[in-house]
């Protein structure tokens, strides 16, 4: 009888991690899920702790576990993080990603991996792009995954991610709204929401169709490739709070920053992604009602 082929996921304990950990527990894959985090524990599959800054320790990791395929998810992932500590974010995004590709390249040169990059990476060839130190360390970490691909044969796949929404503990925009949203419900705050400007633009992408993406790029995506994953679409805020507003009884206000510059969407195509058969499936305004409930749920247990 054959072994099953093993997927390593990185980042296990994050947003996108619990999703993805959630989706190839369904798979025939063998999966691990990988995490710095002490006593972390997910029970549909087994968890390894590892510090990806510990060069010596994902080596060691890769040599025991020898992966199939590795999904890296692990980061930092925060532009105002970035700022007060940019090196921080290079060591974790750039150096974190060079230690893995690295001891995969000693250690499992046959595993075909997903390195998860951000759509806020920069132009290469145009300083003048860079404008915060996180997109600094990714487009870093993009430049030396692709490399590593062609350098070393290597099957490495890059993704772009837009603003990826859903259940679950998230910093985004979408969720610190539902939060707000919910304690509004529940009497706890001022029944407003604080918007930097209802005109910003930005593509949303439920977290469920990311981590399919995923999927069809550790079968079919091209080592050394780019790949977008987005809906395609950009949304303002305005129309994401008013799509919020249909989710509950309530009547809140928002309060603008009217010193706040207008940010435009980064202009994702998933084309190349859905050449391959990938199609987003899951509808915003789903989305958003998930996220608004996922909240409920919490703030509601805790009462219990």
């Not at 072994?3 to 691990?32: N, P, Q, R, V, W």
């Not at 918007?195 to 080592?223: C, E, H, P, Q, W």
Request: charged residues 25%; contains cysteine.
């Amino acid at each position: 009888m054959n072994a099953k082929k093993k997927l390593l996921i990185t980042g296990a304990s994050g947003f996108t991690g619990y999703h993805a950990c959630e989706y190839f527990s369904k798979s025939e894959l063998d999966i691990i899920a990988i995490t710095k985090k002490r006593n972390f524990c997910y029970k549909k599959v087994k968890t390894k702790q590892c510090d990806l800054f510990n060069k010596k320790g994902i080596k060691d990791l890769i040599k025991q576990t020898k992966p199939d395929y590795v999904l890296h998810l692990a980061g930092q992932n925060a532009v105002g993080r970035s700022w007060e500590d940019p090196l921080d974010s290079l060591e974790v995004n750039a150096m974190g990603t060079a230690y893995l590709i690295e001891a995969l390249r000693q250690e499992a040169p046959a595993c075909k991996t997903v390195i998860v990059s951000s759509a806020l990476q920069f132009n290469p060839t145009s300083i003048s792009t860079f404008n915060h130190p996180y997109g600094l360390s990714k487009t870093i970490q993009s430049i030396f995954s692709q490399f590593w691909a062609t350098l070393y044969n290597m099957h490495i796949v890059i993704a772009r991610p837009s603003n990826l929404i859903g259940p679950g503990f998230s910093t985004g925009v979408c969720s610190i709204f539902a939060q707000r949203i919910v304690n509004m419900e529940r009497e706890k705050e001022e029944k407003f929401l604080n918007v930097s400007n209802l005109n910003n633009r930005l593509d949303f992408l439920d977290v469920r169709d990311a981590v399919r993406a995923y999927d069809f790029l550790l079968k079919k995506g091209k080592s050394g490739d780019i790949y977008d994953v987005s809906s395609g679409k950009s949304h303002s805020l305005e129309e994401i709070i008013n799509i919020f507003r249909k989710t509950t009884d309530i009547q809140f206000q928002t309060k603008l920053d009217n010193q706040s510059p207008i940010v435009n969407h980064v202009d994702l195509q998933p084309l190349s992604l859905i050449e391959l058969g990938w199609q987003p499936t899951v509808p915003l305004k789903t989305t958003i009602k998930d996220i608004v409930d996922f909240y409920r749920q919490q703030v509601d247990g805790l009462n219990n």
